[in-house]
């Protein structure tokens, strides 16, 4: 990911929800910034209902470059 700005902001979470992200962080060997950054855009990409999810489309276009023979096939 491209190293954009950065916001400083202050927020409280249930401790569990926390931990829940520290052990992922942890887990990943990552930051827990970043694994909360992740967290903020899953959140806002499932609330925006007028476009696809990213990762969705990513996956689709992985999907299309891999199967495209097929699909062809199919579509006949």
Do not use: C, W
């Amino acid at each position: 990911m491209v190293n954009a700005a950065r916001e400083k902001f202050s927020s409280q979470a249930a401790p569990e929800v926390l931990a829940g992200l520290r052990q992922i962080a942890d887990a990943q060997g990552r930051q827990f910034q970043s694994v909360l950054d992740e967290a903020l855009r899953d959140y806002i990409d499932r609330h925006q209902k007028e476009r696809p999810r990213r990762h969705v489309m990513a996956s689709f276009a992985s999907s299309l470059d891999e199967f495209d023979t097929l699909y062809r096939e199919l579509a006949k």
